[in-house]
């Protein structure tokens, strides 16, 4: 069955320092989303993205992340200037058609520790 | 604001048992998940219902719409089974419960 990946599995990054999480949809899926679980607490919606650009952010999702599709296969995440409460687990989910018609199949994770 | 509340928080059964786990939200949805979390953080997507009822071999959810409020409930609880349930909906986003945390006993 087709999955959605996502590299690295672990990353660790210097405060201030930027990321990239990078996800890999399911390849006939057309809508896309980030989500984040800090440690202990509920998985939070970030950002969806369809037709090449942002269909929804949350009040998270603020200026210093943002979201690409650089070809036409990868989905990522960039934190710009990293801070200790990024510290999360990011998850990247796709769907083939928007939120309300299909579930979403979701990738493992990236865990992300800030230091 | 909408809220998604799970309920119990933390549940342990033996194996065998007949397991439900609640879900109750407070505004108009579109449809509602179930999501399973393995202990590594993976996430898997069990259902989506907007009314009515799915099964899916042990597990079967409901969901009823006038009193905003679904189940899961999963029949002859296994080890394997033991994971964090979590109950999202589809207000434009998903928004998602804290999560229900099952230990299952051999």
């Known amino acids: 069955e087709p999955e959605v990946t996502q590299t690295p599995s672990h990353q660790v990054t210097q405060m201030g320092q930027e990321v990239i999480l990078r996800c890999v949809p399911i390849s006939n899926h057309l809508y896309f989303y980030w989500y984040r679980q800090i440690l202990g607490q509920k998985v939070e919606f970030l950002v969806s993205f369809y037709n090449n650009e942002i269909s929804e952010k949350s009040e998270i999702f603020d200026d210093q992340f943002s979201v690409e599709r650089p070809d036409g296969s990868n989905f990522t995440l960039k934190i710009r200037s990293t801070k200790l409460e990024d510290s999360a687990m990011y998850f990247c989910?796709?769907?083939?058609?928007?939120?309300?018609?299909?579930?979403?199949?979701f990738g493992d994770g990236t865990r992300l520790s800030i230091l | 604001k909408n809220e998604v509340e799970q309920s119990p928080q933390n549940l342990t059964a033996q194996e065998g048992e007949f397991i439900t786990i609640n879900c109750s939200y407070s505004v108009g949805i579109s449809a509602l998940h179930w999501l399973q979390q393995h202990p590594g953080g993976g996430i898997v997507s069990l259902f989506m219902l907007s009314s009515g009822k799915k099964k899916h071999g042990r597990l079967i959810a409901t969901i009823n719409i006038q009193e905003k409020h679904s189940s899961l409930h999963i029949t002859a609880s296994h080890p394997r089974d033991s994971a964090v349930y979590i109950c999202a909906v589809t207000v434009g986003n998903l928004i998602f419960g804290k999560g229900t945390k099952l230990s299952v006993k051999p």
């Open positions: 989910a796709s769907s083939g058609q928007g939120i309300v018609n299909q579930p979403q199949h």
